[in-house]
């Protein structure tokens, strides 16, 4: 029974293992187009700024100002955002110390850009991003987003009164719109990454305990089977001990009946744990470009859609064969896996470059030949090309003959 409970604490948290890289990476992507996005925003308010100030022609200090004042809000933003992935929802605003730096950093810029344009909308923007991008909780946030795009509502309609230049055309009027949606567009695309890292999590958490669930029935079915076979072979013996003065050679029979019964009871368990280890032939071709993508390799994938119905028993270890082969005999460069659904057939196709022919070598693995043998006993076909410049295998599986 411990072989089997360790077997499924293996395989699930094998199982979660192969999901984290998934998970991680669509999170990542989500994140650096959130950051890219707040980013962008922020630069092109800048060169809106620098646009206006050129078209009032205010001078050439207030536009160098101006744009020295908008690249370091830049600079001072970013740490904001790459802090703000790692946030704590319950800790403080402020929850680093080295937090106060762009605070400041923004504080700086705010004073700077009021001294060389005198508009307060502009001048209010930078620190007022920087507070946004605090360590605010959800409602505090909501609140604090509401107040500070009043404010800066507030010091453009000042500004329209008393500080835009004469004859301020559109273009001001587009500065203002910019400059005070600014905080609602960057807690928008917070609001987005925070809903994605949510459901992210959500689904880390169905995966572990998907696999948890996983364990519980295999627990189950080895206490089941370890069972039955300990009950059984439990009475053999009795009985051989009852019998062996009156009937020595019935005893012996006896005997070698819970010999058989345990021999039953350990090939149940490697059945077992054999049928829990099994991985799906998507996360098998996963799993294989995250291995030559790990040694160098530029390796690409093209999966059916219908993969998970293909026979995994058999084409797992011809893709784990594969793709040992390909390390230890390709060029290193390139692969190339596909497994598509053609007609009544599945087709297994993995081609990479190959700098040495004896792909074929059994160095410890079981080589083309032994694929040979697993697939010709599926009903199946295998071809082996020598390229120029590449070694391609193909798989075909009778899609009838083969077990799913």
């Given at each position: ?16 293992a ?7 990476r ?14 962008f ?18 001078g ?68 007022v991003e920087?507070?946004?991008l ?35 055309g ?6 203002g ?37 996983e ?72 799993n ?32 784990r064969?594969?793709t ?24 297994l ?23 040979a ?10 071809a ?21």
């Open positions: 029974m411990g072989y089997g409970a360790d077997a499924a604490e293996a395989a699930g948290a094998a199982a979660t192969r999901l984290a890289p998934r998970l991680t669509g999170v990542s992507a989500t994140w650096w187009y959130t950051f890219g996005t707040v980013v925003f922020v630069v092109v308010l800048v060169l809106f700024w620098e646009v206006a100030l050129l078209g009032a022609r205010t050439t200090g207030s536009v160098v100002a101006v744009g020295i004042a908008g690249l370091v809000w830049v600079a001072a933003t970013i740490p904001m955002l790459l802090d703000y992935r790692r946030r704590d929802e319950g800790a403080a605003p402020l929850r680093r110390r080295w937090a106060l730096v762009p605070l400041l950093v923004a504080l700086a810029c705010s004073a700077l850009l009021a001294y060389a344009t005198g508009i307060w909308v502009i001048a209010a923007v930078p620190v920087a507070i946004v605090l360590n605010w909780g959800p409602g505090i946030r909501l609140r604090v987003v509401l107040v500070l795009t009043l404010l800066l509502g507030a010091l453009w309609a000042i500004d329209v009164r008393f500080s835009f230049p004469a004859g301020s559109p273009t001001w009027f587009l500065v719109v910019y400059s005070a949606s600014l905080p609602a567009v960057t807690i928008l695309s917070l609001w987005w990454w925070d809903v994605v890292l949510t459901l992210d999590r959500a689904r880390a958490a169905e995966a572990r305990l998907a696999a948890t669930q364990r519980l029935r295999v627990a189950t079915d080895v206490h089941d089977l370890q069972g039955h076979h300990l009950q059984v072979i439990a009475l053999q013996l009795e009985l051989a001990e009852r019998l062996m003065t009156s009937d020595p050679e019935g005893a012996l029979d006896q005997v070698r009946a819970a010999r058989t019964s345990v021999d039953e009871a350990r090939q149940g368990t490697r059945d077992l744990a054999l049928r829990f280890r099994s991985v799906p032939l998507r996360d098998e071709l996963a294989a470009v995250d291995l030559l993508r790990a040694a160098g390799v530029a390796a690409e994938s093209t999966v059916d859609r219908d993969a998970d119905h293909a026979p995994a028993a058999i084409l797992g270890p011809v893709i064969e594969a040992t082969n390909a390390l230890r005999h390709g060029g290193g460069r390139w692969a190339a896996l596909s497994l598509t659904r053609e007609a009544r057939t599945w087709r196709a993995i081609e990479n470059d190959a700098e040495d022919r004896a792909s074929s070598g059994d160095g410890g693995g079981s080589g083309l030949p032994g694929i043998r697993r697939v010709s006993a599926a009903g199946g076909a295998l082996v090309e020598h390229r120029a410049q590449s070694f391609r295998l193909v798989v075909t599986l009778p899609i009838d003959e083969a077990p799913a």
